[in-house]
């Protein structure tokens, strides 16, 4: 590898450790603030104190995967890396100091500081230094060459995505492909240009001309990518497979390992693992918290559809929910009927069906509040799609190609398609489909900041009171 490449590396290594020091000297400046708080904590405490928190904070990072390349990663995800590697360092450290009884020697001011004090400081010390990075990227820092193996259409795409991320710093060094032109897509003037043949890459990977070559190949092509695979293998340079996944409807791509044999998934629930973990928290705190606060008007509302109409106060029908496993969902009673048989027609605009106060309850959703205990009991969510009647499931599973997907994740009180006007009837097949659309998109792009956002919007929705009847 050349020079020029050996420098790359340096300079790449000098910001993984730059992020490494950055993180203890942060821990260490809040540590010595939060003890300032706390009367006669002398140096031992704080040396004391900061290196448990540094070895283990950086034990837990190891694990997290906070000190790998974010190299093309959004900001977003290593800030949100961050701030779950210090929830899990937290509660460890605390009962640490409460099995050995020296948390009883700080102040809570002290204890409050330090716990918020820091993620905050090496989250707005990693953006400084991503920022930094960037720019100098941007300026022809840091770069690495890359070249595309495949004159296609992955191929185009995979170098505009490059091309609209310079702070991703990389640069193009060109297309190369064996076939003839007349048989490969037209490079567009402003994309890049055809260098030559895979002999020709080869032989500018060997002089450490190229950094990473990404093959575009189509997935049917096995024999061309071996070979170009045994060609390189004669390199130092990185190589990437980059497949036409675009061929399918992916709903969730991730890697897995099966003793040893790669695998991808296409139909996946995203939040297995950590996100997991994360999400079903956020609904037990956040759902508790609601009904709290919701226990007082949902007496009140009992009681006046109790003394109002004839029938139970509660209705439950049965609906699927994670995976297609039935479940019982609660709401309010609305209606002087309770179909949840195979059979289940859909309230209308103006339905005589409805109650007087029924009609209230739907259009501001208040009907809805009883799924807090679904939610908390862990057969829903507060956000996700928002789960049908198993008869509707029966009939729109055989008219909408993969609307049973919409079921990999756990059903939600309110979801993505409610904020973006899909709430009501869905009179029209197009009205069903736009919402299992808006389903899917939810689960490939799911995180807890999206989850927030669809939670806001939805007050918003339930005050504007469209398609609600």
């Known amino acids: 590898m050349s020079s020029v490449s050996r420098g790359i590396s340096f300079h790449e290594s000098l910001f993984y450790s730059l992020h490494r020091l950055a993180d203890a000297a942060v821990i260490c400046l809040v540590t010595r603030f939060a003890l300032s708080h706390t009367d006669e904590t002398g140096l031992t405490a704080f040396l004391t104190i900061a290196t448990a928190t540094v070895l283990l904070y950086h034990s837990i990072a190891e694990f997290s995967g906070l000190y790998r390349s974010w190299r093309g990663t959004r900001l977003r995800r290593e800030v949100a890396c961050v701030l779950l ?74 170098a505009r995505n490059v091309e609209r991320a310079p702070e991703i710093g990389l640069r193009l060094t060109g297309f190369y492909d064996d ?60 190589v990437y497979i980059v497949p036409d996944f675009f061929v399918f409807q992916l709903l969730h791509a991730r890697w897995t390992n099966i003793n040893g044999l790669p695998a991808v998934s296409v139909f996946e629930n995203p939040l ?23 226990s007082l008007p949902m007496l009140i509302i009992s009681a006046v559809i109790k ?9 439950r029908q049965r609906r699927y929910g994670l995976d297609g496993r039935e479940i019982q969902v609660w709401k309010f009673r609305t209606m ?3 179909d949840n048989g195979d059979q289940v027609r859909q309230a209308k605009r103006d339905d005589d069906r409805i109650t007087k106060i029924g009609r209230l309850l739907r259009r501001t ?9 679904n939610v908390i009991e862990g057969s829903m969510s507060l956000v996700g799609p928002r789960p049908h009647a ?20 756990k059903p939600g009180i309110t979801g993505l398609a409610q904020v ?40 918003l929705v339930v005050f504007t009171q469209r398609n609600a009847y």
């Open 272 to 294: 297995c693992g950590v996100d997991g973990l994360v999400k079903r928290t956020a609904d037990l705190v956040f759902g508790s918290l609601l009904l709290a606060v919701a």
């Open 336 to 338: 002087t009927c309770c």
């Open 179 to 238: 076939r003839p032109e007349e048989r490969t897509a037209e490079l567009p003037a402003d994309v890049g240009r055809r260098i030559g043949d895979l002999d020709e890459l080869v032989a500018r990977a060997r002089r450490g001309d190229i950094d990473i070559i990404y093959i575009t190949f189509p997935m049917r092509a096995e024999e061309r990518i071996r070979s170009v695979l045994a060609k390189l293998g004669d390199t130092t340079a990185s």
């Open 390 to 409: 198993s008869a509707h499931n029966e009939q729109y599973r055989s008219l909408i190609d993969g609307y049973m997907l919409r079921h990999k994740v």
């Open 365 to 373: 959703s208040l009907d809805e509040l009883p799924q807090l205990f």
């Open 307 to 315: 003394l109002s109409s004839k029938g139970p106060v509660f209705f």
């Open 85 to 158: 590697t210090w929830c899990y360092t937290v509660p460890v450290l605390l009962g640490i100091g409460l099995l050995t009884q020296h948390n009883a020697v700080f102040s809570y001011e002290s204890k409050l500081i330090w716990i918020i004090t820091a993620p905050i400081a090496m989250v707005a010390a990693r953006v400084l230094l991503r920022k930094t990075q960037q720019q100098l990227r941007v300026r022809g820092f840091n770069l690495r060459r890359f070249a595309v193996c495949g004159v296609n259409e992955l191929g185009v795409q995979l």
């Open 420 to 459: 973006n006007g899909y709430r009501g009837e869905t009179e029209t097949l197009d009205k069903m489909e736009r919402r299992v659309a808006c389903d899917h998109q939810y689960i490939r792009e799911w995180s807890l900041w999206m989850d927030a956002k669809i939670l806001v919007r939805t007050l």
